[in-house]
């Protein structure tokens, strides 16, 4: 009799609805994936891309949303599905490697004996509340130096906030994916500019 009881206790605890948890991806868009509009020239040897820094609030798996000006919280059922630094660096590792802005791209350890370093410094990656819409805030500067760090071939402060469309994460995720991969097409055409 005693575990019918806790048999019917435990099935009544647990008729609530469940709460699903939703993971997000930062990845290279498909467009940026594909060749840009100019023929660009490779340059000689191999870019290094360092492990990109992502300001404590903004760094572990949870997304952050700022409701006021000095005050935010974490979506509780809602998490990236891969630490922003790693994502990251791996758009920026795809996007280089697949328009061939090196001879050789390298992540990781192998990152610090290249011929150039790219460095990434992300000080805000977070969701606005701006009452009836969401805005993507993304703050980054990109630094692209030699390995000496003696000349600096490309040095830019990205400071993007943008309104989410359907007010959702999903549009939060790809909105920062592209607003990065704009960010490395810039650098990319600069680059080339300068050849």
Known sequence: MFSVMLAVLFTACRSGKSVQQHFYLLELPEEYAQTL?????????TCGIMQVKVAPPYASHQIALREESHSI?????NEWAQRPENALRDI????????GV???VSTGRLAEGADYMLKVDVSRLEVVDRGKTLEARFVA?????DAKGDHILYQH????AEVLPGNNLNDFASTISRLFAEELKTMTMQLMEGQ
């Open 37 to 45: 509009p100019v023929t660009l020239t490779t340059l000689p040897g």
């Open 73 to 77: 919280r974490y979506f509780s059922f």
């Open 92 to 99: 920026a590792a795809r996007f280089l490697k697949t328009h």
């Open 102 to 104: 090196f001879e050789h």
């Open 141 to 145: 500067e990109l630094l692209l130096q």
């Open 157 to 160: 402060l990205a400071d993007h």
